[in-house]
């Protein structure tokens, strides 16, 4: 949220100790000069002096708010403003202020009524503008939002706020790039900015860029080495990069600075337990235990909290308690949703499905033979998310002539793209041989800047079983192994996974058996398509025979069989996935049937599954 900074009002001098006769308006702006270098307690001292010789001074006023805004005591920043507003009605200080303690509190529609209140008295204000569209953002409306941060650079282009909150946005809408030009913005302009640092780590993070990740987070650390947010990302990418001593320092080095960090706490949990030190782990576990919800966080950090303690029961047997914390967190998304207009839509779901089915018809399949690309580089994993696509990929990737890519979004970006507003599906059925040559030779060269010796390469983006007909039609050589899992045992793993942007059908459990029932539609068709081509593995009779169906995987790769596929947790690679400690431990069955601890809560998953479509 950004801070209103107003020109001097009054000539008043006042004696002000520790800064001496100072005019009221030297005090204001030295106020201000204080609070924006991290000095609330100079601010507040020289805001009260203002304020003992001109008690209605509305800079003061607003600024003493802003300060108690910061230190937590929403009360006394609420009476603050509403000062400024009893004092000068015409004034948008009051509301602002009063707007930025309703975004804190989460009523984001009482923020955004009162931000729209201060434009009409200032049209012509950046902050305004930012804050408002930080409002809008958190309600859901993030079109809106866009608009808004995008009037505020209008405004002012170096306004460092507004370029962090443009960029944050474009990274949810998964406009990498321009994201990351908007967090380099950032940065130019305020190289103290803590958050754009962080945030622009994450980007890199999520592109598999690791190393750049870790030199943002350090960038943002070597600003404020207590800043406890970038510690923690960079613990997690030591995770997935493998190295689970220095990411155990490091979140143990977050729980000294922050003894209520859940998350940090459940990580290092699972990190003691993944080690081998189950009795430190049940300690962890322990502790975790006696810190509670707090629903006074942002909507964000408290579903991330949630899901950590609702892990934490699971692991410890208290499978009741578990559940409470996972409803709770996937209600909180369910609503967000709800508002944002972004809810899961069974029948555009059923009308998706029914298209791509009408659309690769066995007949228009048969007259695409001999065309596409010959390679046998590509190995695709896929399945439903949670189906154990990265324990395949981790097997695979122990191979020497294999290396595991983790999941790419080239496909779905290749279709978007091919679709261009309309249908992908079409897009696919009109490819001339040109176009097709042209598309399958771009997957291929960015499948070789992953490893150029390699002799396969594997995309593990499990929602590629949506596009298996395009793939097909690329590559009819290429390699596709499908994950199948018990569907409650996959429709839990979903619903008890953290993610910070989900899948609009993973937080409710009757829209998970619905897309569950639409996947298996899909898989159905394209079995009948390609019949023999799809190495079907599932997920239980892998745990349970782990070197026969190994063979087999490798075998339908066009490899020799290596030994050091049964090692696969001892492979060192880089797995950026939600899996990727589980991949670091040997196999284990404690997955398999967990759906049998939650029995009592499944009624409504256990409709949806069983319900057949009428068209299916």
Known sequence: MSVWQRGRETKRRIDIPGFGPLSSGDAIEKAFAAHQQGNRQAAARLCEAVLEKIPRQTQALYLLGIVALEDGQLNIAERRFRNVIATAPADPLGPGGLGMVRLTQQKFEHAIALFQQCLKMAPDQPHIYNNLGLALCSFGDRVSAHRHFRQALNLVPDYADAHLNLGKLLFEQGEAQRAIAHYEKAIALSPELLEAHNNLGNVYRRNGELDRACECYEAALNVNPQYVLALFNMAAVKIEQGDLAAALEDFQRVVSMQPDHVEAVSHIGELYDTLGESKTAHEWYSRALSLADDDTLPMEKRRARLFALGGVHDRLGKYEQAFDYFKLANDLWVQFLRRSGGSYDPVAQEAATKNVVSGFSRERVRRWEGEGNASRLPVFVLGMPRSGTSLIEQILASHPLVHGAGELPDLPDMAARMADGGSWVQATIEMDRQTLAKLADEYLQALRRKSDQALVITNKLPMNFLYIGLIRRLFPN?????????????????????????????????????????????????????SGSILHIDYEVLVDDLEGVSRDMIAHCGLEWDERCLSF???????????????????????VGRWRHYADHLETLNKALQHQSPDA
């Open 569 to 591: 947790h001892e492979t060192k690679r880089v797995v950026l996935t939600a899996s990727r400690l589980q991949v670091r431990r040997p196999l284990y069955t404690s997955a």
């Open 478 to 530: 290429s390699t596709i192994i499908h994950c199948r899992r018990d569907p409650r045992d996959t429709c839990l793993s979903n619903y008890f996974g953290y993610f910070a942007e989900p899948k609009n059908f993973r937080s409710n459990l009757a829209d998970l058996g619905h897309f569950y029932r639409q996947y298996e539609i899909l898989m159905t068709h394209w079995e009948r398509l390609f």
